[in-house]
């Protein structure tokens, strides 16, 4: 029996075959992938970390595809969800969430309940583990501000708890998780004032009304900040706002976004980045570094 039948027979109506990645990925766009599956206990995720050694397979996580571009020809192997795996919950001062919880719902409860600390991070579209993977954060706050410890798996699908002391962690990056799996994170947040909060809520997710181009499908920023710089500010000084390869376009309402304005292939949005890196290089000397990640293969 082949993986894919062995897959389909263990998840039934959670096992996808050939499932477009277009679905699952907020740009839009992207090939299938070969098996598209939706773990959501250790038991589960064991089982697909085993098969996939096995057999050999290449692995990929993913939450909700907000910071990821999909090459054509799509995913080998198997992608694994972790939308189901969605459960939050308080205690006092503290929020365990699970690796496919909204970030921004945990961000609505804990305001909601009067806790502080992750009302900034409102309205990032992102799941709480892809969050906690690379560090997530918006004006001035980080999601490992808070963060007081990650449940993993390692890829052998053995448990491993690590507490924030344990991980070395910068801006975008956090250096020990690269080789495991996040299946949930606690924090610890500090009492508020409720309506304080919402208001500060209310007021972060209102900038980016204002000033990101939330009506087009895209992965938010395409670079990671220049020390001491932006990298919007350094594609709008060359005068790349507007620029377009096919479908895709650098956003005139906010030049760090790449948005795909008219059934962009994801070969678009990637000649794109090209050209907005070559440009600001020849223009400023800076080297744009890349916040999205690239996944499978492209034409």
């Not at 009304?209 to 009506?215: A, T, V, Y």
């Amino acid at each position: 029996m082949d993986y894919k039948q062995e897959l389909k027979n263990f998840f039934g109506e959670n096992c996808l075959l050939d499932e477009p990645m277009a679905l699952h990925t907020t740009y839009r766009t992207g090939g299938p992938a070969q098996v598209y599956v939706y773990p959501s206990s250790p038991q589960e995720w064991a089982f697909v970390l085993k098969l996939a050694r096995s057999f050999q397979i290449p692995l990929h996580i993913i939450g909700f595809g907000s910071n990821i571009l999909v090459g054509s020809k799509g995913l080998g192997g198997i992608v694994c969800s972790t939308k189901r795996m969605n459960h939050i919950s308080l205690e006092g001062t503290s929020i365990k969430a699970q690796a496919g919880a909204a970030l921004d719902k945990v961000c609505e409860e804990s305001c909601q309940a009067g806790l502080a600390g992750m009302e900034k991070l409102s309205g990032i579209p992102g799941s709480i583990g892809g969050a906690v993977y690379m560090n997530a954060g918006a004006f001035g706050q980080e999601t490992f501000d808070c963060l007081q410890y990650v449940d993993t798996l390692d890829l052998e699908g053995r448990p491993v708890t690590f507490a924030k002391k344990d991980l070395t962690y910068s801006y975008r990056h956090v250096e020990e998780l690269q080789n495991y799996i996040v299946l949930s994170a606690g924090f610890e947040l500090t009492k508020g004032d409720f309506t304080h909060l919402t208001q500060s809520r209310y007021t972060i997710l209102h900038k980016r009304i204002e000033k990101q181009p939330l009506d087009y499908p895209s992965a938010g920023s395409v670079f990671k900040r220049p020390a001491n710089d932006y990298a919007s500010r350094l594609i709008d000084d060359t005068g790349l706002r507007g620029l377009t390869v096919g479908g895709a376009k650098v956003s005139e309402k906010h030049a760090g976004f790449i948005i795909n304005f008219n059934h962009a292939t994801p070969e678009d949005i990637r000649e794109l980045i090209h050209q907005v890196r070559q440009k600001v290089k020849e223009k400023h000397g800076v080297e744009l570094e890349l916040e999205q990640i690239l996944w499978g293969e492209f034409k």
